[in-house]
């Protein structure tokens, strides 16, 4: 667990002593590497049998859950834009 933090303090300091820089290339590799850990996560579960096997039981809940979490963080994500950027935006557009 401590290297877990030590590994995020590392990167918020590197990314704090980089702020400067252009590092427009730094958002293609968190996407190729989130995709890889969704890829090897596949992998897990594919080979783990005791999930593969109560797939029929745990399936319609899955479905619920995953669907009620991505409206959840959609809703969540949309209504912090929303504070944080579109009312500012409504302000500085009128004449």
């Known amino acids: 667990m401590f290297i ?3 590994i995020m303090l ?7 002593l980089l702020r400067s820089q252009r590092l ?3 958002h293609k590799v968190i996407t190729l590497l989130i995709w890889l850990l969704l890829f090897l996560l596949g ?3 594919g080979g783990n049998e005791a999930i593969v096997k109560g797939l029929h039981a745990i399936g319609l809940e899955a479905f619920i859950i995953t669907t009620a979490a991505v409206a959840g963080s959609t809703l969540a994500a949309w209504g912090l834009w929303y504070l944080l950027y ?3 935006q409504k ?3 009128k004449p």
Do not use: P, S
């Open 4 to 6: 877990i933090i030590g």
């Open 10 to 16: 590392t990167g918020m300091l590197l990314g704090y």
């Open 24 to 26: 427009t290339w730094i």
């Open 43 to 45: 992998i897990d579960v």
């Open 86 to 88: 579109a009312r500012y």
């Open 91 to 93: 302000k500085e557009v």
